[in-house]
């Protein structure tokens, strides 16, 4: 697969959160369990028990019924566009604003592909006049139970993944953003190219190319590439295994040097990150966390800089080394 890249798309390409894509790639791997990064049954984590209250409900039902293997319909998890921040309520508003012929569309091919009997009452759903309101409120009710009491940690993710490639583009170009996005993907001059997928060329025609991360895509990657939607790529964001192992296990001689604090800061910015987001992922309060960047800066262990409205903190090539040798 091949994304032409024209000098317009490189200005219009960007990093880009996609709410109810994430919702989308959940139910997925809730419908068909697997392992966790860290081993464990994805069937026993929260996100499955939360499910179970719901797995047999008619809305589960009717949505199970338009994910077919290896496809699905772009207008119940549509892709971000431009270069605005994406919030879950905005995606619920586009899934509304779909328009019904383009739906059904895609609704009868997901039918058709699934190729199995649907029940009569899914059918009668899916033929309703006001599905896309009646599909989007269904969504949003999976939404409020499934993600929303993890979302603050979920966005912490993703904001750091997307914080970690807006880096390396401004530092270095696409290449360098692009480089271990997956081992699919590859920047080559004029295009970005995924390897072991169809033949098909994707001219993107100054719309440019949406990068969206994700914590819940499985393995592999996702694109959109068919019209109306923003042609897109998605990906398995940085970091995503903290969510199966949230406490990283800090070195003791190094806690006993810098503080359990300071030391868990310091091996968890092995990824640049902002003062919010180590609040996020840590637990710690703002003033707190804080505090304790100041003393590992003073002390030449980290160093920060501006990155649009955010300040962002990364280790220093000592702190890079006293990390590592604390790991030992």
Do not use: K
Request: aromatic fraction near 6%; glycine fraction near 8%; hydrophobic fraction near 45%.
């Amino acid at each position: 697969m091949r994304f032409h890249v024209g000098p317009d798309d490189l200005a219009a390409s960007r990093f880009a959160l996609g709410p109810a894509a994430e919702l989308e790639h959940l139910l997925r791997r809730l419908d068909s369990p697997s392992r966790t990064p860290s081993g464990r049954a994805f069937s026993s984590s929260r996100w499955a028990r939360r499910y179970d209250q719901v797995r047999d409900t008619l809305e589960a039902r009717a949505l199970r019924a338009l994910r077919p293997h290896g496809w699905g319909p772009d207008f119940i998890a549509p892709p971000p566009t431009g270069g605005l921040a994406r919030t879950p309520a905005d995606d619920f508003a586009a899934i509304r604003a779909t328009p019904l012929p383009v739906a059904r569309d895609q609704i009868g091919r997901a039918l058709t592909l699934r190729g199995r009997v649907v029940p009569d009452d899914v059918i009668r759903v899916l033929q309703r006049d006001d599905v896309l309101d009646w599909l989007a409120d269904a969504l949003e009710r999976l939404w409020r139970l499934l993600i929303a009491p993890d979302w603050p940690q979920l966005l912490a993710i993703l904001d750091r993944d997307m914080l970690y490639r807006a880096d390396r583009l401004v530092r270095s170009g696409w290449a360098a953003a692009l480089e271990d996005l997956h081992q699919q993907v590859r920047w080559t001059e004029g295009a970005v190219v995924i390897s072991n997928r169809s033949d098909l060329e994707v001219h993107l025609d100054g719309r440019g190319l949406m990068f969206v991360p994700s914590v819940f895509l499985h393995r592999g990657l996702a694109t959109y590439t068919e019209p109306p939607w923003q042609p897109a790529v998605v990906y398995v964001a940085r970091g995503s295994a903290a969510l199966w192992d949230p406490q990283p296990t800090t070195p003791p001689a190094l806690a006993r040097l810098l503080g359990q604090t300071r030391a868990d800061l310091l091996l968890r910015l092995d990824t640049p990150a902002s003062t919010t987001q180590l609040c996020t992922l840590t637990g710690h309060t703002l003033g707190a966390v804080g505090d304790h960047l100041r003393v590992l800066r003073e002390s030449g262990l980290v160093t920060r800089s501006r990155a649009g409205r955010s300040v962002v903190y990364r280790r220093t090539a000592v702190g890079d080394a006293l990390a590592a040798v604390g790991s030992d």
